[in-house]
């Protein structure tokens, strides 16, 4: 089963409201997220988890047109979800498909480096596969997985 993970991309500092949920992509972000969906575009039978977010859900919007997929889920709970509780939640899932999962980081890249057993550091719009010999993601556990693909769109000024 493959687990693709992407962070969102590169949001403003600041949002109208004052709340970091509702922090809204920068333009570097939407062209990030304009660029990565035409790298994922070859991705197939999987579902995707997204954080509720503002940030999450502009970098999913961006990026579905080029997805082929129906199945999507919007969480509150991955909202600056741990690794560990990202790890719970996948456990929790019954699809045998695999996962696209949108998210923030440090959860998102310690979840990577728990189940890889090697050092991830996602930057925004970050991407990577990790790629497990397991029958259900119940099964899903430390260092069980392979990274076996990872991408980041380089656009516009460092970040």
Known sequence: ?????????????????????DRKLLPKGTQQSLE?????????NF?????????TRQTYELVSPKIATANVHFWDDLYHASHMDL???LNSLETGKDI???G????????ATYLSDHHVALKTCGYICLEADI?????????????????RPEVGVED
Not at 1 to 21: I, Q, V
Not at 48 to 55: E, F, G, K, L, N
Not at 135 to 151: F, H, N, P, Q, V
């Open 36 to 44: 990565i969906s035409d790298y994922l575009e070859k991705l197939e």
């Open 87 to 89: 790890l719970s939640f």
């Open 104 to 111: 923030h980081n440090e959860g998102i890249s310690d979840l």
């Open 100 to 102: 696209l999962l949108i």
């Open 135 to 151: 029958s259900s993601w119940a099964e899903l556990s430390k260092g069980i997985a392979r990274i076996t693909d990872s991408y």
């Open 1 to 21: 089963m493959k687990l693709h993970l992407l962070r969102h991309a590169k949001t403003d500092p600041k949002s109208e409201t004052g709340r970091d949920f």
């Open 47 to 55: 579902e995707v988890h997204c954080s509720s977010s503002m940030r």
